[in-house]
């Protein structure tokens, strides 16, 4: 099974401000949808409740929800305890690439497990409090890069970057 991780990151390092994200980027929803939609999205409970009531569980997608508290519970979503246990449900269900979708803890736990990162890299530095872990670039290969401009919906432009780890995780 492939395990990738998807976020959006802004140039200094951060994906989100308050339990929210710091940029609206309406084309970026639209390519997170389209890429992890049929796949297991692997997320922590803050991250999920962060989620608009009205999209989650996320649609057309095996939702699996980490969090230590034992009692936590979500419609129609897999709860598990620890990130090994996501990724074992997701590959015992046959999924071949399964989509570690954040917070800024589960993506720092998440770094030694992936295979595959889907970045978009937004131009600007952005004000918040929840940050992509620091990576090494030089053991990734960048393999796709697909440019947006600013336009009338979009305030910043940005990147949609795919990169895959040249040796296996760590």
């Given amino acids: 099974m492939i395990t990738s991780m998807i976020a959006a990151v802004a140039e200094n390092g951060v994906i989100g401000k308050d ?7 309406p084309d970026d929803m639209k390519y997170f949808m389209e890429t992890t939609l049929g796949h297991h999205v692997i997320m922590g409970r ?10 989650r569980p996320l649609r057309d997608r095996t939702n699996i929800i980490i969090t230590r508290n034992e009692s936590f519970k979500a419609v129609d979503c897999i709860v598990v305890h620890s990130l090994d246990k996501a990724l074992n449900v997701a590959d015992e269900n046959g999924e071949e690439e399964a989509f ?67 040796g296996p995780p760590r």
């Fill in 19 to 25: 339990n929210d994200m710091a940029w609206h980027l």
């Fill in 46 to 55: 803050k991250n999920y409740e962060a989620i608009s009531t009205k999209f």
């Fill in 100 to 166: 570690i979708i954040g917070g800024g803890e589960i993506y720092k736990m998440g770094m030694k497990f992936a295979n595959r990162l889907y970045i978009t890299e937004i131009n600007g530095d952005f004000d918040g409090d929840t940050f992509f872990p620091e990576w090494d670039k030089s053991e990734w290969l960048e393999i796709s890069r697909k440019h947006h401009p600013v336009d009338d919906k979009h305030k910043n432009s940005f990147d949609y970057v795919i990169y895959t780890r040249k």
